[in-house]
């Protein structure tokens, strides 16, 4: 009776711990904090992946959020949208990820810590994409529209000096 009190007591301390995880503070090289926008979805710098248009929602917000060290800040559905139905999960950092059918179809950004494949990001100005090589705006109800490599962004304010509001590739969903 005795040793079975005793493997008992060891028993449950086992289980207990098996439950606890030894870690180690993270390195900077063990999770890239960055995310790359591009015209083909999310590029993570320095380690060749990607998180491809079409990936499945919830492995997509996993991802981001692992990336990004936080969870979603916001998620709506819009019903409106002249493509369908479109949900958007967004974060604080200023990323939002646009979801049609339960894949990942579209992004759009309006925070300069998040840089595309072709460099831009918000708050660039008009003359510093135009030297990048945009040549041909837009101009519409929501302001002067561009497209650069596949991907597209917006300047709501007039003059060269006027700064990129929002840039984004894939779905969208504006009422022009």
């Known amino acids: 009776m005795k040793y079975l009190k005793l493997f008992s007591f060891f028993l449950v301390a086992a289980l207990l711990l098996a439950g606890c995880q030894m870690t180690r503070p993270l390195l900077a090289d ?4 960055d995310i790359e926008l591009s015209a083909d979805g999310l590029n993570v710098p320095g380690v060749g992946q990607q998180i491809s248009f079409g990936r499945a929602e919830a492995g997509t917000i996993a991802a981001v959020t692992k990336l990004l060290s936080t ?3 916001s998620r709506a559905t819009n019903d409106e949208c002249g493509i369908g139905s479109v949900t958007t999960v967004s974060w604080m950092e ?3 990820l646009l979801f049609q059918n339960g894949n990942f179809q579209g992004w759009s950004s309006d925070a300069q810590i998040f840089i595309a494949t072709n460099g831009f990001s918000a708050g660039m100005t008009r003359t510093q994409i135009r ?12 302001g002067t529209e561009f497209e650069f490599h596949g991907m597209f962004g917006l300047i709501k304010e007039a003059g060269p ?3 990129v509001d929002l840039i984004w590739a894939g779905v969208s969903c504006f009422f022009r």
């Open 30 to 33: 063990d999770i890239p904090y």
């Open 71 to 73: 969870p979603p800040q």
């Open 94 to 96: 200023g990323l939002n």
């Open 131 to 142: 030297d990048a090589g945009v040549t041909e705006f837009d101009i519409t109800t929501l």
């Open 161 to 163: 000096a006027a700064p």
